[in-house]
């Protein structure tokens, strides 16, 4: 029995010695350490002999057992370090292989746009007045001085949501002009004997329920602005609508303003600047004119003025309103207004 076990200890590191993969190194296991393995045999053996050889046949065999699993566990060691040594051999770091670029995002365009105006405006010291993007009928029409049934309270116009009433429904703001009346009640309620001075700009999405073509989208930016003070004049609109077209196109860019109408202002004007393309020759971009359309403006509404808290007797101010998306289209004579939200990258990574 113990030259049995001799032996097969002898056989076992033999056979182990030629072990060169994980896979044999299993096999080699299941045959040499498994239930059936010559020493697993030795053990169930062991009750077959007399009382007196049991204890040193018994002892003998753990020996053999220990020393196998001991062999085994040295030989796996030694595979691993070679494989990882072999690994280092065969996959070397080529580190004079030029870096992977990481894709960097960028500004939408009129995000980049709604960005000059306010730094333009910030300068002239215009301040940023945000409010929400679903409003009231009251705020967004009726204190705004529209008329019951001017066209733009239809319903085709607008998007309604739930959870207002029947006499004052809730929908997403058609305008940024809601935020007038919000910041001059805030004014008015900071200090009601004297109230101050507002000078805001007040940028945002606005929504309309319309048929979307390449003129005209669903939901789309506004710039609009608000001065409110005492003696507050036209001819400050007109220096302040000037000054800005002259920073956002260019030093030399002339201006001219039409008369217009729009609820919440009186009077009313246009505003168009000298075509940038022609130089005011005509061209198709200012559809021959020499002139291009960029925003509505006015002296603030006495009605409007009310409403917001100021006396029409005391105060004045004047509004203006623009769109990025079409200033935006005119500087890079982008033609169609559904590229905006087409998040098509041949379109995007161009600006
Ligand atoms: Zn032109």
């Not at 001065?227 to 077209?245: E, H, M, N, P, Y």
């Not at 291009?292 to 808290?309: A, F, K, Q, T, Y």
């Not at 203006?320 to 289209?329: A, I, K, N």
Request: net charge neutral.
């Amino acid at each position: 029995m113990l030259d049995e076990l001799k032996s097969i200890e002898k056989d076992g590191l033999a056979t182990l010695e030629k072990v060169a993969s994980e896979a044999d190194l299993q096999a080699w296991r299941t045959k040499h350490l498994g239930r059936n393995s010559a020493v697993m045999q030795a053990f169930k053996n062991l009750g077959a002999l007399g009382k007196d050889e049991r204890p040193a046949a018994g002892q003998a065999a753990n020996q053999v057992k220990v020393a196998l699993e001991g062999a085994l566990a040295k030989r796996e060691t030694a595979l691993k370090a070679g494989r990882v040594a072999q690994s280092l051999e065969t996959e070397q770091v080529d580190v004079t292989l030029p870096g992977r670029r990481v894709p960097l995002g960028r500004l939408h365009p009129v995000t980049q746009t709604m960005r000059e105006i306010r730094r333009i405006f910030a300068e002239m010291g215009f301040q940023v007045y945000r409010s929400r993007d679903v409003e009231t009928d009251v705020y967004n029409f009726q204190l705004l001085n529209f008329p019951p049934n001017h066209p733009a309270r239809e319903m085709q116009d607008s998007f309604y949501v739930e959870g207002g009433s029947d006499e004052n429904p809730l929908l997403l703001r058609t305008h940024t002009s809601p935020g007038q009346i919000h910041a001059m009640r805030e004014a008015v309620a900071r200090d009601p004997d004297n109230p101050s001075p507002v000078r805001i700009i007040l940028p945002g999405m606005c929504y309309r329920y319309e048929q979307i073509t390449a003129r005209s989208e669903i939901q789309f930016t506004q710039v609009e602005g608000l001065a409110v003070g005492k003696r507050i004049t036209f001819g400050d609109l007109k220096g302040t609508l000037s000054d800005f077209a002259r920073r956002f196109f260019n030093p030399d860019v002339r201006t001219r303003f039409r008369a217009s109408h729009f609820p919440f202002t009186e009077p009313s004007a246009e505003m168009d600047v000298e075509c940038f393309v022609c130089g005011g020759e005509g061209c198709p971009v200012c559809k021959q004119t020499g002139w291009l359309e960029i925003l509505g403006s006015g002296m603030v509404h006495p009605n409007v003025l009310r409403n917001g808290g100021y006396d029409p007797e005391v105060y004045s101010g004047f509004a203006f309103g623009m769109g990025p998306e079409r200033l935006t289209m005119l500087r890079y004579r982008i033609e169609d207004i559904r590229y905006f939200w087409r998040n098509d990258l041949r379109f995007l990574e161009q600006f």
